[in-house]
């Protein structure tokens, strides 16, 4: 059927609203920039005739489309996607470009010219040459994660309401802040949100479907030294900043890092380091696909630090360990029609389905253990978090036939 694809113009102009999120913020939203683009996207759904559209005090936006089909049994689906954009690198001024019909060929940033898009250094885009890629312009990250996903919710919605003769159930649209900060259904209302099953649009490569994260816990090591004047401290001082010092480097050098693990492998990750003289914080990121391995990881990384604590006496050692989600397989792998209905979906849209997993977390690692089994869709964006995040509208646009064909697939299955 004949469309006019909305995706680019909504990612082109949402890339440009600063939704930045601050991780030492203790506010929900972190940063209350983020509802400029919520109160955007409630305009623009209510233009569309969503009515039952808001956005409620935390920042979160709802919409429904009613079912306009025949069947009374029919479950309700959500398409979710985040507002905010990582701390990692700027999200302030983003000047989106778009490159038609790509070559192949290096992507100079013009803005900083050191920075430099190479299929060498990309592997996916050499994929994508005869594509539309949008970049930012060198001095930004782009911001695809995740308003590519929020812009593929926004076209699918609008196309689903200028084709009535698409039959579907009842359609729930959600947009989160803060998901890059972790906190993305801190305070979501599951009530309100009333659907039974979920899929976030904040995925990558062309065809994919994610069903299996990481499961993830933080670590927080205090170490307490003692204090004494620097001109008098012989045999006296203990430097709490050394302990810590001395916890890190006693990590292992080939293993159990970020840089050097990849597929299901995980790792133990310090990621802030503050203090003093007699007192210093680091806090570390646990992952594992496999969430008994975390207590494992836990126990060996506090068991290095006990180690540096008895080699000089008097200092002491405060830990503490936080949950901040699990690997949502552990609750889609007795669903499986979930990912079966999208990787059907994909076909219909001739797509090649590739099933994958994330080293990393979404919305919907959480929404499925709070109730709402949620795997993840491809939107296209990749280099996420950096100044040469990329995204093909191609790549967009057939997110959005996908979804068109995945509503309909939940019709017609019983």
Same mark, same amino acid.
């Given at each position: 059927?004949?469309?006019?694809?909305?995706?680019?113009?909504?990612?082109?102009?949402?890339?440009?609203?600063?939704?930045?999120?601050?991780?030492?913020?203790?506010?929900?939203?972190?940063?209350?920039?983020?509802?400029?683009?919520?109160?955007?996207?409630?305009?623009?759904?209510?233009?569309?005739? *969503?009515?039952? /559209?808001?956005?409620? %005090?935390? =920042?979160?936006?709802?919409?429904?489309?009613?079912? @306009?089909?025949?069947?009374? &049994?029919?479950?309700?689906?959500?398409?979710?996607?985040?507002?905010?954009?990582?701390?990692?690198?700027?999200?302030?001024?983003?000047?989106?470009?778009?490159?038609?019909?790509?070559?192949?060929?290096?992507?100079?940033?013009?803005?900083?010219?050191?920075?430099?898009?190479?299929?060498?250094?990309?592997?996916?885009?050499?994929?994508?040459?005869?594509?539309?890629?949008?970049?930012?312009?060198?001095?930004?990250?782009?911001?695809?994660?995740?308003?590519?996903?929020?812009?593929?919710?926004?076209?699918?919605?609008?196309?689903?309401?200028?084709?009535?003769?698409?039959?579907?159930?009842?359609?729930? *649209?959600?947009? /989160?802040?803060?998901? %890059?900060? =972790?906190?993305?259904?801190?305070?979501?209302?599951? @009530?309100?949100?009333?659907? &039974?099953?979920?899929?976030?649009?904040?995925?990558?490569?062309?065809?994919?479907?994610?069903?299996?994260?990481?499961?993830?816990?933080?670590?927080?090591?205090?170490?307490?030294?003692?204090?004494?004047?620097?001109?008098?401290?012989?045999?006296?001082?203990?430097?709490?900043?050394?302990?810590?010092?001395?916890?890190?480097?006693?990590?292992?050098?080939?293993?159990?890092?970020?840089?050097?693990?990849?597929?299901?492998?995980?790792?133990?990750?310090?990621?802030?380091?503050?203090?003093?003289?007699?007192?210093?914080?680091?806090?570390?990121?646990?992952?594992?696909?496999?969430?008994?391995?975390?207590?494992?990881?836990?126990?060996?990384?506090?068991?290095?630090?006990?180690?540096?604590?008895?080699?000089?006496?008097?200092?002491?050692?405060?830990?503490?360990?936080?949950?901040?989600?699990?690997?949502?397989?552990?609750?889609?792998?007795?669903?499986?029609?979930?990912?079966?209905?999208?990787?059907?979906?994909?076909?219909?849209?001739?797509?090649?389905?590739?099933?994958?997993?994330?080293?990393?977390?979404?919305?919907?690692?959480?929404?499925?253990?709070?109730?709402?089994?949620?795997?993840?869709?491809?939107?296209?964006?990749?280099?996420?978090?950096?100044?040469?995040?990329?995204?093909?509208?191609?790549?967009?646009?057939?997110?959005?036939?996908?979804?068109?064909?995945?509503?309909?697939?939940?019709?017609?299955?019983?």
């Amino acid at each position: 059927m004949s469309y006019t694809y909305s995706v680019e113009e909504r990612f082109l102009r949402y890339v440009q609203i600063d939704t930045t999120a601050d991780p030492n913020a203790t506010c929900f939203p972190s940063s209350e920039k983020q509802k400029d683009l919520a109160r955007i996207l409630v305009e623009e759904l209510l233009q569309m005739g *969503i009515e039952d /559209t808001q956005m409620d %005090e935390w =920042g979160y936006v709802f919409a429904t489309i009613p079912s @306009n089909s025949d069947r009374k &049994d029919l479950p309700t689906i959500c398409f979710c996607s985040h507002m905010d954009t990582a701390p990692d690198c700027s999200g302030t001024n983003v000047k989106p470009i778009v490159h038609r019909n790509y070559t192949g060929a290096p992507i100079v940033l013009p803005d900083d010219p050191s920075q430099v898009i190479t299929i060498e250094k990309h592997a996916y885009l050499a994929s994508k040459i005869g594509d539309d890629i949008v970049t930012a312009s060198g001095l930004t990250l782009l911001g695809a994660d995740d308003k590519a996903g929020v812009a593929i919710i926004m076209d699918f919605a609008q196309f689903i309401q200028t084709h009535p003769e698409v039959k579907h159930g009842n359609i729930r *649209i959600l947009f /989160t802040p803060d998901e %890059e900060v =972790g906190r993305g259904v801190e305070h979501l209302d599951m @009530n309100r949100l009333n659907a &039974d099953y979920g899929y976030t649009l904040d995925g990558g490569p062309l065809g994919d479907i994610e069903d299996e994260t990481f499961s993830a816990d933080a670590v927080k090591m205090t170490f307490h030294g003692i204090s004494a004047h620097p001109g008098y401290a012989k045999n006296k001082m203990v430097h709490s900043m050394k302990l810590a010092a001395a916890l890190i480097d006693s990590l292992p050098k080939d293993s159990w890092s970020p840089e050097t693990t990849s597929g299901r492998e995980g790792f133990v990750h310090p990621v802030a380091i503050e203090g003093g003289l007699e007192s210093t914080t680091v806090q570390f990121i646990i992952r594992d696909h496999d969430t008994s391995k975390l207590a494992e990881y836990e126990a060996k990384l506090k068991a290095l630090a006990e180690q540096v604590i008895e080699a000089h006496p008097g200092a002491h050692l405060d830990c503490s360990v936080t949950e901040q989600y699990r690997n949502m397989k552990e609750i889609l792998k007795d669903l499986p029609f979930v990912c079966d209905y999208a990787v059907e979906a994909m076909k219909s849209a001739g797509i090649e389905p590739k099933r994958a997993i994330i080293r990393g977390g979404t919305d919907g690692s959480r929404l499925s253990f709070m109730g709402l089994p949620c795997p993840n869709i491809f939107t296209g964006e990749m280099a996420i978090h950096s100044r040469h995040e990329y995204v093909s509208i191609q790549d967009m646009q057939k997110a959005v036939d996908t979804l068109v064909a995945l509503i309909q697939i939940w019709e017609k299955h019983p």
